[in-house]
């Protein structure tokens, strides 16, 4: 039975002068880490944190949100990271539906953090990281030198207890609490791990928000293997943060498709900034095709890995980087250890190349929704065997005659035009391959005749002059005429999640003109 903070100790034991941690500030080492993450634990066992209760982390991407996270498992408590873009209302929600006993935060945020506070009986305490003077409440520094270290002994708890608390958006717009154990991450980071080949020399570059799963996951599996992460907080301006590719020698760079989207918009890409990466990630949403071609030119040494995966299960499947030339729209086969198959509306596996809902079973299923009996009965259900329980995704998916998995859309997302059902990927990916498309996103509009009329919302890249006849045009010679949209309208910027994804449900609220829907 393993723990996910054994393992930090575990890094620091092999190897306490490794760089653990890279950031803006900080550049610290395993036994740094490790020794700041017990203390840490030591200030939170002091002030009264009991076994299994809850500390929020509302921080940017810094070396003590990192503390933070191991020192709320090291002190036996279940963690969750907010992003810190949330605003007042949302984090009270967050805070009152996980009952968090202690809240950490910076103080730049301390505003939205206090007016949420306001509105949460539970909350004992709020640790402020970089807290200037006393009236901002008890600072780290005092936090995490006010009490005695924590005495060496056992774990405080057992493998199957609750580790993290992963908000996501609910349709609802209510976020849901994804509970992972500890079991559940170790054996996801032990998954995902073993097919990128991930090494202790391994050095990672993360921009994405350790409050979303991806970013979160790059720290746990690079303290798994005892590696560095280089951790930054925002890609806006990838020529400052490209560098430290070269600079730091990274070895991987974990992409989402904007990022991929700005790295192929910019005028010069100076060719040294590629030269150690051995591998590109890609997830939460897929990257069109003609964009892999593009990157795999520019990190010509890199393998690349498009994936898929949900915070209910971290990640599902992967494509191996051998088959990309063969299948560049596949998201691939499932993690090691795990299944993955499509099953129709009763739940019954479908055939080879048949769409339907993709089912994931595995020891990476999360444990349900905190608080949230509903939403959890939905996700998951009965599976092959009585005994277990699996995750339905709610994507549709299909999977061909070989065993390798297409995303056709989410279940919501399907597009009805002319009678015919329309997957708006697979207009995407056509539109994506046009030069001068930096970002696309096709929505059904609703139409008398049609049923819904396809509208394509671009974004061009900086120095192109696509008219929507040309767009028109492309489409045409490549897609069925039902298939090809002929509203066009081009935009400067689409509607992103806080962590990168393109709103697809806030563009189809605009073309019913309903009220748009909270993320
Ligand atoms: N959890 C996903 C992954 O890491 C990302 C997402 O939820 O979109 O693959």
């Keep these: 039975m393993i723990r996910f903070e054994s393992l930090l100790a575990r890094a620091a034991r092999r190897d306490p002068s490794r760089i653990a941690l890279v950031t803006q500030h900080v550049r610290a080492t395993y036994a740094d880490f490790d020794a700041a993450a017990s203390r840490f634990a030591a200030g939170l066992v002091g002030s009264g944190f009991a076994h299994g209760e809850r500390c929020v982390i509302l921080a940017d991407n810094r070396f003590e949100t990192a503390v933070a996270i191991f020192g709320t498992l090291r002190a036996g408590g279940i963690f969750s990271v907010i992003n810190p873009m949330t ?23 301390l505003g939205v953090a206090r007016n949420a506070a306001k509105q949460v009986p539970s909350l004992r305490r709020i640790v402020v990281i970089d807290a200037v003077d006393e009236a901002d409440g008890p600072s780290w520094h005092a936090f995490m030198t006010g009490a005695a270290d924590l005495a060496p002994g056992p774990p405080r708890g057992i493998d199957i207890d609750l580790a993290m608390l992963v908000y996501t958006s609910g349709s609802t717009g209510r976020p849901k609490g994804v509970m992972m154990t500890h079991r559940n991450m170790v054996f996801a980071a032990t998954s995902i791990t073993t097919y990128l080949e991930s090494r202790s020399d391994d050095v990672v570059l993360s921009v994405l928000p350790l409050a979303f799963d991806y970013g979160l996951y790059q720290l746990l599996m690079c303290v798994m293997c005892g590696s560095t992460l280089v951790l930054e907080r925002s890609f806006a301006f990838p020529q400052n943060i490209l560098p430290l590719l070269s600079s730091e020698g990274v070895t991987g760079f974990p ?33 069109p095709p003609a964009h892999i071609a593009r990157l795999r030119s520019l990190f010509s040494h890199a393998r690349v890995f498009s994936m898929y995966g949900q915070t209910e299960s971290k990640r599902c499947t992967y494509l191996p980087p051998e088959q990309l030339e063969q299948r560049p729209d596949s998201v691939g086969i499932a993690i090691p250890g795990t299944e993955v198959w499509v099953a129709d509306d009763d739940g019954k596996p479908v055939a080879a190349n048949v769409i339907g809902e993709l089912v994931v079973r ?6 349900g929704y905190w608080n949230n009996e509903e939403a959890t009965r939905r996700a998951l259900r009965p599976g092959r065997y009585p005994w277990e329980k699996v995750l339905h995704t709610g994507d549709l998916f299909r999977i061909d005659d070989e065993g390798y998995c297409y995303f056709v859309a989410r279940k919501d997302d399907m597009i009805k035009s002319r009678g015919e059902k329309v997957s708006p990927k697979e207009i995407e990916n056509v539109l994506y391959a046009l030069p001068g498309v930096s970002e696309a996103i096709v929505v059904g509009v609703p139409d008398a005749m049609l049923g819904q009329a396809l509208k394509a919302f671009i974004v061009r890249s900086a120095d192109s002059s696509i008219s929507a006849r040309d767009v028109i045009a492309h489409c045409a010679a490549r897609l069925e005429d039902f298939m090809t949209p002929r509203l066009i309208e081009f935009r400067d910027a689409l509607p992103k999640t806080s962590t990168g994804k393109i709103r697809r449900a806030a563009l189809q609220a605009e073309v019913e003109n309903r009220e748009i829907p909270p993320e």
């Design 87 to 109: 605003k007042a209302d949302k984090l009270a929600f967050v805070l009152n539906d996980c009952e968090a006993a202690v809240l950490v935060t910076q103080a730049s945020l």
């Design 255 to 287: 992409l989402v498709p904007t990022m991929a989207a700005l790295i192929l918009q910019l005028r010069s890409f100076d060719p040294a900034w590629a030269r150690s990466v051995r591998y590109l990630t890609n997830t939460a949403a897929a990257l």
């Design 362 to 367: 595995g020891g990476h299923v999360m444990q």
